[in-house]
């Protein structure tokens, strides 16, 4: 029996009466957690990534948007929804009518690429047919089919179906570059296109190289086993870089601070060890937040090329984002990224608040309008991506007098999961499985052909008339599981093997390996 | 509902301890578990230090947001440095659980109920004359903190505090964040659980009276999330798919309508009846239950097993404890679990007291405050006033804390809102670098260096010249009554705090925000070191026999620069340990 399925059945036993479930099991895998993350089996070879990419001018900086809740893949994924229509408990075309015709008949909802008009299809379309995405439609959980939404959350934003006290993607990557340090210091992909900073840098001198802009996030959970030092630790930031780091009527602050510093003894320190990282974080970000504000609050950058001079430009072609919650959001962390090389790894929350995708009702009408914001904000961030770096024809430096090529820069978006594709009773979908993965940008890391298609085929599963019906991959699909873009990631810092950080003793010793974008492109043009 | 197998239920009532411990007058009433969450004894407090005292009983305290002033504690004309208690201090816990079992008598919740309203002569709420300002939309998430700052230490106001603490967890959120919830939902939730635990209804029958709420349904949505969710929040168990799935087959006919009718719950007038049979137990390690379970047809049903089931105290014992003791080991909060359902706990109030008057908590616990139960009992101990009309403290403190999003004291971004998030509050308060970058910017800049909200000062009051007396100064006419009658009330120094030595003024200061006294390095850094602002500032003077002395009505002054120090202490922000 495999260690897990073992304590879930001693957590569900006679002796759990009086104990929390959880707690039993948090319990026991505390003391059975043997095998922690196997840093140390990692090979880190900056050169063959080079080697491989050879316009790639520094280390890949990767955007990652979590819609928390789980977005249902309808907005993606309209190729047989027809046959979902019809097995559907609430009707599809009485919810949302033309939700089952295309475009091109009759003012129906569905785009070329099978994309849902109105719910961010048409911008899918643009965003596909320019090469700045991919969609993958086949993100399937075949290891642990979880539909809860911790269980998910946890898997996905770690990387690894062993959830239990593991760290985050964030932390996995951090230690590994720690433990490699030697590979990256003084390597010319760590060189920073700002002549005051310079290059052979250490990889000790990086500036925020982790950032979230959703506050703490399971992407960062710690790990017991390992340290991760200061200068690799994850910082917040909010969208409008304001400076809450910043101490107000500090005139006393010089002397009241070498106080404090001297009296904080370091097992003070240690006892109080949350709030005194949160202090020396305090310190690293006083002064470096106003670089970053300053260059948030310049022009963005003037569109050139015809095919993009459309819907989120102004009347001088001047880039804009819609005027949103996410879209503030967005442009913040494109801006950080593009104003700031270092940041190699950044996470957005794509809702406000946790659950804001959970969509077990209002399928027709809000779902729509916020995937289709979503996407909107998504084109423009590409857009301040292309223009701001010296890759792009014309363009000589970003809006914060960078010169540097920023194809380097990726954005992922993905949820907790997909949803089931039967239109429930209150005109939602519950929980399922099968998600689509958007990636976009980042070309100088990505094999030729990786972007501009839409990968992996479905189909719907389940009886018909009932509520469990979801979408699967067709038994010759391609499909991967969430682990699979962690290790995507991993790579993209140099790990050669990065199945070994996905790697679960029990579960899934062998690990998942990254992505294969060079999979064709598996949905034909409808019309 | 048929119950297929009842082997798991074994009915276990630990008898209360027979040393009834410190707490309790009136132990016939009074849950006193005994094990890992016994109560700290009468002897053990007793031989605890003047200063382990008032840390002890202050952390009681503020774990339902209430602060004590020093000098309500010591006396301060013995000095500080080796503190003696004052009258009351060496009973103070017991006095503390005993107020807390007695509820407010009505004529003093309406006379609290008239300060928050403002009523005019005629009985007429009137904007003007309420002691704090709330918003419209926030007023559910706002009035709570005003309740609990107001009402004395009672039943009524652990109540009120608890229930806040409740409407803060994934169990009874009212997730304002949500599309399909509204402010008012908020607001039923609060009252829910206010009226039901001031009823003594137990947590087993609240939670069956809450399952079928709109509230509740308006975050579940659909029944099978309502499987989903009631599982998880009130059992514990995760990853129950195919049970949540027959659950929203028992629950067919509930609806929770569209927005554009108003998500209102609804019925067809089409049950399921087939039954379904949910919670089967996997005893071959398959993945597949294959054993016992309930059966379940309707959804009044399903809420009678969650309601019944074995693990639900446990798990909600469990909820509580991940916030309360958040740093301890998960053997020390599975420990405090057992002892507590072991001892026969029923209630929400015997949950909490059982975890605030334990040895365990009292004593071992050591975790990151929220800035809610740093700001209120901090504000209490500070002597503040919210009509000196001082910065974000002022009228609006409560709005500015938990409604408006522009104010320092905003607590969403700390990342601790209240009433607003779907899975409520997550149990370790969040020291990411922006979350408590503006905690300390908040309780420093707003709070400690604010000097001016409690300080003692006149203040117009409704068109009245009042004085309001704060934590250095007092009314003149109040040492001189010949002065009564003068055209204004001016400043004086409290007489202790005009007599103590600058060193003890520290120690008072430091007593009053730390619940300790400055260390040896402290005094010489803020009192002897010529660099200390204090001195540089010039602050210290020298009474007739050459003794230094705070200059007088410098204490203000003073305090700003030793609360900026205190700000940048880690331990600031901590539920500190006492051992």
């Keep these: ?527 | 509902m048929k119950i297929l197998r009842l082997s798991i239920v074994a009915s276990v009532v630990a008898l209360a301890s027979c040393d009834a411990g410190l707490p309790s007058e009136n132990a016939t009433n009074d849950f006193i578990p005994s094990g890992f969450a016994a109560p700290l004894s009468a002897e053990e407090y007793d031989s605890l230090s003047s200063t382990q005292k008032y840390q002890v009983a202050s952390k009681a305290a503020a774990a339902v947001y209430k602060g004590i002033p020093v000098e309500d504690f010591f006396d301060l004309s013995a000095g500080l440095a080796n503190p003696t208690l004052s009258s009351t201090a060496s009973t103070y816990l017991q006095t503390f659980r005993s107020s807390i079992n007695n509820e407010l008598d009505n004529a003093t919740v309406a006379q609290i109920q008239e300060t928050l309203l403002g009523l005019d002569e005629n009985g007429n709420p009137d904007p003007d004359l309420q002691k704090y300002n709330f918003s419209n939309d926030g007023k559910p998430k706002e009035e709570p903190y005003a309740l609990i700052a107001e009402y004395p230490a009672s039943r009524t106001s652990f109540i009120a505090a608890i229930s806040l603490f409740l409407s803060n967890t994934i169990m009874f959120t009212c997730a304002e964040e949500m599309e399909s919830t509204n402010p008012n939902d908020c607001q039923k939730t609060y009252s829910f659980l206010v009226e039901q635990i001031t009823n003594r209804v137990g947590i087993r029958q609240i939670i069956r009276s809450y399952m079928p709420s709109i509230m509740n349904w308006r975050i579940g949505r659909s029944g099978q999330n309502v499987g989903v969710e009631g599982l998880e929040e009130f059992l514990g168990l995760f990853d129950r798919a195919e049970d949540a799935d027959r659950v929203g087959i028992a629950c067919q006919d509930v609806i929770l309508l569209p927005e554009d009718q108003n998500y209102e719950l609804s019925s067809t007038s089409f049950p399921n009846t087939e039954p379904q049979v949910i919670l089967q137990e996997d005893t071959n390690g398959d993945g597949i239950g294959d054993s016992g379970g309930f059966f379940i047809t309707r959804c009044d049903d399903f809420y009678n097993v969650v309601s019944g089931h074995p693990l639900l105290l446990p798990r909600v014992c469990e909820v509580v404890v991940n916030y309360m003791m958040a740093a301890r080991s998960t053997d020390d909060r599975l420990a405090m679990c057992e002892s507590l359902v072991n001892s026969g706990m029923n209630t929400f109030e015997d949950l909490f007291k059982g975890i605030i008057f334990s040895r365990e908590y009292l004593m071992n616990t050591e975790r990151v405050k929220g800035f809610d139960e740093f700001l209120l009992p901090t504000l209490q101990a500070l002597q503040w006033d919210s009509r000196t009309n001082s910065g974000s403290i002022d009228e609006r403190v409560w709005r500015n804390m938990a409604s408006d999003v522009n104010n320092p004291l905003y607590m969403g971004d700390m990342a601790w809102h209240t009433m607003t998030l779907k899975i409520g509050r997550v149990p370790e308060v969040p020291t990411d670098a922006l979350s408590f970058a503006n905690f300390h910017k908040a309780a420093r800049e707003n709070v400690l260096m604010n000097t001016g909200a409690y300080r003692g000062r006149r203040r117009d009051v409704n068109g009245q010249d009042v004085y309001l007396p704060g934590l250095f100064f007092m009314s003149d006419e109040v040492l001189d009554p010949t002065l009564d009658g003068d055209d204004t009330e001016d400043d004086a120094v409290k007489p202790d705090i005009a007599a103590m030595s600058p060193a003890d003024f520290i120690h008072y200061l430091f007593l009053t925000v730390l619940q300790r006294q400055a260390t040896a390095e402290e005094l010489n850094g803020l009192l002897v070191d010529p660099g200390s602002p204090i001195l540089v500032n010039n602050h210290l003077d020298q009474d007739a026999d050459g003794n230094d002395i705070i200059r007088n009505f410098r204490q203000d002054d003073v305090a700003s620069i030793v609360f900026d120090y205190i700000s940048r202490l880690a331990e600031t922000y901590y539920v500190k340990a006492v051992n």
């Design chain 1, 1 to 527: 029996m495999k260690r897990r399925a073992f304590l879930k059945t001693m957590s569900a036993s006679g002796t759990a009466i009086f104990v929390p479930s959880s707690l039993t099991l948090q319990s026991l895998v505390n003391t059975a957690h043997a095998a922690p993350v196997n840093y140390d089996a990692a090979n880190v070879d900056l050169n063959q990534l080079t080697a491989q990419f050879p316009t790639l001018e520094r280390l890949p900086q990767v955007i990652n948007i979590f819609l928390y809740g789980g977005p249902s893949e309808l907005s993606g994924n309209l190729s047989v929804i027809g046959d979902i229509a019809a097995a559907s408990q609430s009707s599809y075309e009485n919810a949302i009518p033309g939700i089952t015709r295309l475009q091109n008949d009759n003012n129906g909802l569905i785009t070329p690429r099978a994309f849902w008009s109105g719910a961010g299809g048409d911008v899918m379309e643009f965003l596909v047919e320019n090469n700045y995405m991919s969609v993958y439609r086949t993100m399937f959980k075949r290891i642990i089919d979880t539909r809860s939404h911790r269980q998910s959350i946890f898997q996905n934003q770690k990387g690894s179906t062993d959830t239990d006290v593991t760290p985050g993607i964030g932390t996995r990557m951090a230690v590994v570059m720690d433990r490699f340090r030697a590979a990256f210091d003084g390597h010319p992909l760590l060189d920073h296109p700002d002549p005051g900073i310079g290059n052979n840098r250490l990889l000790s001198e990086l500036i925020l190289p982790f950032v979230s802009f959703e506050g703490d996030t399971t992407f960062f959970q710690t790990d017991p086993d390992a340290v991760v030092p200061v200068g690799l630790r994850f910082n917040t930031l909010d969208n409008d870089f304001d400076n809450p780091y910043l101490r107000d009527n500090d005139g006393n602050g010089t002397e009241l601070e070498a106080l404090a510093n001297l009296v904080q003894s370091p097992a003070a320190q240690a006892r109080f060890q949350r709030v005194t990282d949160a202090f020396t974080s305090r310190a690293n970000l006083e002064n470096r937040i106003q670089a970053l504000s300053d260059a948030s609050n310049q022009t963005l950058p003037t569109v050139t090329e015809v095919a993009d001079q459309a819907d989120d430009v102004d009347g001088a072609n001047v880039l804009q984002y819609p005027n949103t919650g996410f879209a503030d959001r967005l442009r913040a962390a494109v801006t950080l990224a593009v104003e700031n090389p270092d940041s190699l790894f950044i996470t957005v929350s794509g809702s406000n608040g946790l659950g804001g995708w959970d969509d077990h009702n209002n399928g027709a009408d809000r779902y729509p309008d916020r995937m289709q914001n979503l996407f909107e904000a998504l084109r423009a961030a590409v857009k301040h991506i292309k223009y701001s770096g010296t890759q792009t024809a014309g363009v000589t430096q970003t809006p914060g007098m960078l010169a540097r090529r920023t194809d380097n820069i990726m954005i992922n978006v993905i949820g907790d999961f997909g949803r089931r594709c039967n239109l429930n009773g209150s005109i939602g979908w519950d929980h399922g499985n099968c998600q689509n993965l958007f990636t976009l940008g980042g070309e100088a890391m990505r094999p030729a052909g990786a972007l501009g298609k839409v990968v992996g085929t479905t189909q719907r599963v389940g009886t018909v008339g009932t509520n469990n019906q979801v979408q699967d991959p067709t038994s010759t699909s391609y499909d991967f599981e969430p682990m699979a873009l962690a290790s995507t990631i991993y790579s993209g810092v140099g790990i050669t093997n990065p199945e070994v950080l996905t790697a679960d003793p029990d579960m899934d010793p062998g690990g998942q390996g990254p992505i294969d974008q060079t999979v064709p492109n598996d949905q034909p043009l409808l019309f």
